[in-house]
Nanobody, 125 residues
């Protein structure tokens, strides 16, 4: 079992920044990679970013590339999502997730085995 707890969400004006954190506990050594997804009201949950624990290899959705940065602190079992130049369309509940296997795509929901409870990010215009 892997437990994930997100934090850092809130209300910010367009153009502002937020940093989300995801603290992992439990069998964290069994996790290959971590991802961030987001879900806006009435819409499906979409991939945002991914990072592997071992070498820090990253992968981003086109919609956030150049504005968001995913990073990890292996000693703290924590993954971060630094979000800059935020836009109203970034408003969503943000979820972190753990992938226990070396998944083929890394951006599909079904590839992730554990999920956090989510944290709300609201960007006002």
């Amino acid at each position: 079992q892997v437990q994930l707890v997100e934090s850092g969400g809130g209300l910010v004006q367009a153009g502002g920044s937020l940093r989300l954190s995801c603290a992992a506990s439990g069998r964290t050594f069994s996790s290959y990679a971590m991802g961030w997804f987001r879900q806006a009201p009435g819409k499906e949950r979409l991939f945002v970013a991914r990072i592997t624990w071992s070498d820090g290899n990253t992968y981003y959705a086109d919609s956030v590339k150049g504005r968001f940065t995913i990073s990890r602190d292996n000693a703290k079992n924590t993954v971060y999502l630094q979000m800059n130049s935020l836009k109203p369309e970034d408003t969503a509940v943000y979820y972190c997730a753990a992938d226990l296997n070396k998944s083929k795509y890394g951006s599909r929901r079904y590839e992730y085995d554990y999920w956090g409870q989510g944290t709300q990010v609201t960007v006002s215009s």
